[in-house]
């Protein structure tokens, strides 16, 4: 029976379809994987349970259902997962009364600001004030469904047009500062940011409004002081450093084509779209930073860009592609006519553009021949410049086979020796190049913080992780249980015994067969149940996932883990004894109880005894 939003919207989503809009999951035996966007991981550690309706990272330590990964993914609390998966569900959930409108969070009245503004924004194109606007959009080829589909809008020429309708929704105007849609003069008097310029509303992932982009349009087109684009500050909404214009439109199609074409403007995406290229997203004004890729690395590790690259120079642009590079993406690029850019040609000749795609270029190719067309190859002061630029690409490639062919077609056009080149490539210091690091003085972050890396995983201890382990193993191979004798049991957490206990008076319970309707097991707590979940998952994951997705010969076999994961936590049993009493011994000497210390002190010989005696047998 369903009895709350809550249950309705678990019984109506799945998560493998809600976390697949996000990741590029791949099947695992019953389950499915991917690489955790939550840390940086080369091979994939997080598994999501159908059967369960749960998740878990076993490199990082996050999991849990559908609303604990959109607050994580999303940044959210849990009020506005649960509005995000109500939306997608398409459950209503009860209209607040007056009194709890005011007790709205601050992000969710923003939101509603934004939309409206993008409302406003809509209708002003749409009347009369906006018929040269339209014009210009149809002159440049923007079809009518394209304005339709990315929102555009117009801002009048007018100081408080918008400003003035928020106020009249009821909103205030410092809120509307907020939103990054008012500007405060130094008398204290608000007017409008956008101001007679053609609007992009900027999307988050889930295609709601976070931010706003403005092309200037009319008389103020020939005012030189004035900017050719405005964005939206960064608010509590909208961080530049985190949303790529169009994503939320581009994201399933970049899964399904498996890869993304990055453009630098506006136009550039509605066109490259409009053209039969859904695959595109803009950076729009901002420097490609590693949050961006993070993101984009969810849905495919291919990316096409068209953007005008100066390759010798400190560039953001080029500084983002060697970031890109650098966090392992495949990218090629799209080499645009003399004076064309991506939008023009989409616009006027699609095929052509279907042709510049088709003959993107990989990155080292486009380094190669971009560098040797610049500088004279033949005269020494060429090559120093084009080994300038080519060694650190060079040095980023990580398989040693691949370095030494570039080496060779180096040397090749250079007509110089390999082993000179091998002498220089040696001196070039990676740390010395903007790639490694995000675009100075952009304001963002990786995205990762300590307690989301592998590192968080040290709040588990040695112990910890080997009771799991063996409680996963034994969980997948009932028969282990016999393994498991008193002297290795004392060292289990009381949760960890009973689990051991219910599977000896239960030897047919099965609970890797447990599905989320069936997930409690009578003797334990919710809690409980769904730790119980967890482990499930996990010996899964690590043993169905690796022995039925790759041909591996030397994996260890589940009887010689389960030996080892004994042995080594009677060890730590063993060397946590003698840590404690080590320091009884001391409080005793202190104290002057000597006949006390002498007995802990033979205590301790026997178990050092022990424990050498152990390290000596033969495994």
Not at 42 to 71: E, H, N, Y
Not at 144 to 168: C, H, M, N
Not at 301 to 329: E, K, P, V
Not at 415 to 432: C, F, P, Q, S, Y
Request: aromatic fraction near 10%.
């Amino acid at each position: 029976m369903i009895n709350s939003p809550i249950d309705e919207i678990k019984s109506r989503l799945d998560i493998v379809e809600v976390m697949g809009g996000y990741l590029k999951l791949q099947k695992a035996g019953a389950n499915y994987r991917a690489l955790c966007p939550f840390h940086s991981e080369k091979k994939p550690s997080l598994f999501v349970s159908p059967t369960r309706q749960i998740w878990k990272c076993f490199g990082c330590g996050a999991g849990g259902g559908i609303f604990d990964f959109v607050m994580k993914i999303e940044g959210v609390e849990f009020g506005e997962a649960l509005r995000i998966l109500a939306k997608r569900a398409g459950v209503e959930l009860k209209k607040p009364s007056p009194a709890m409108v005011e007790q709205q969070s601050e992000k969710a009245r923003l939101y509603e600001i934004c939309e409206l503004a993008c409302q406003f924004f809509e209708r002003q194109l749409e009347g009369k004030t906006g018929e040269k606007v339209r014009k210009y959009l149809s002159s440049r080829g923007v079809a009518p469904e394209s304005v339709k589909k990315w929102r555009i809008g117009y801002a009048p020429d007018t100081w408080q047009g918008l400003t003035d309708f928020l106020l009249k929704k009821g909103y205030r105007k410092e809120e509307v500062e907020k939103a990054g849609l008012d500007i405060k003069n130094e008398r204290g008097s608000f007017y409008d940011r956008f101001r007679g310029r053609i609007i992009f509303p900027i999307f988050d992932l889930n295609s709601q409004i976070v931010g706003f982009g403005g092309r200037v349009f009319g008389e103020q087109r020939e005012a030189r002081d004035i900017a050719k684009y405005m964005n939206t500050p960064n608010t509590l909404l909208y961080d530049k450093s985190r949303i790529l214009y169009g994503l939320d439109k581009a994201k399933l199609e970049n899964r399904k084509k498996d890869f993304c074409i990055l453009v630098e403007g506006y136009l550039d995406a509605i066109l490259v779209s409009q053209a039969g290229f859904p695959n595109v997203a803009a950076v729009a004004g901002t420097a490609l930073t590693s949050s961006q890729l993070q993101i984009l690395k969810r849905y495919s590790d291919n990316l096409y860009t068209a953007f005008d690259m100066d390759i010798a120079g400190d560039s953001a642009t080029r500084r983002g592609i060697d970031l890109a590079q650098a966090q392992g993406f495949n990218i090629k690029v799209i080499i645009m006519p003399p004076g064309k850019d991506p939008a023009d040609v989409a616009s006027e000749n699609p095929e052509e553009w279907k042709k510049l795609v088709n003959r993107a270029k990989s990155i080292l190719k486009f380094y190669f021949e971009t560098a040797l067309a610049r500088f004279d190859p033949k005269k020494e002061e060429g090559k120093v410049n084009i080994a300038k630029i080519l060694l650190p690409v060079i040095k980023r490639i990580p398989n040693r086979i691949s370095q030494s062919h570039w080496i060779q077609e180096l040397s090749s056009k250079l007509k110089v020796r390999e082993e000179d080149l091998e002498t220089e490539l040696k001196k070039v210091k990676l740390e010395d190049y903007s790639f490694a690091l995000s675009p100075p003085g952009d304001g963002e972050s990786s995205g990762s913080s300590p307690e989301d890396s592998q590192e968080g995983q040290k709040a588990k201890n040695r112990k910890d992780l080997l009771e799991e382990r063996i409680l996963s193993l034994v969980l997948k191979y009932p028969s282990f249980l016999n393994l498991i004798q008193e002297d290795c049991r004392i060292y289990f957490s009381p949760f960890g015994r009973q689990i051991l206990k219910y599977l000896e008076q239960n030897p047919n319970h099965n609970f890797l067969s447990m599905s989320a309707a069936q997930k409690e097991v009578p003797g334990f707590t919710p809690q409980q149940n769904e730790s119980l979940n967890y482990l499930c998952l996990a010996s899964e994951a690590n043993y169905n996932s690796i022995e039925e997705q790759f041909e591996v010969e030397d994996l260890p076999k589940p009887e010689e883990e389960m030996e080892t994961c004994v042995r080594e936590i009677k060890n730590f049993g063993i060397k946590s004894e003698l840590s404690r009493i080590s320091g009884e011994i001391r409080t005793a000497e202190e104290n002057g109880e000597a006949e006390k210390a002498d007995n802990l002190a033979r205590r301790f010989s026997e178990l050092s005894q022990k424990l050498i005696k152990r390290s000596e047998t033969p495994h």
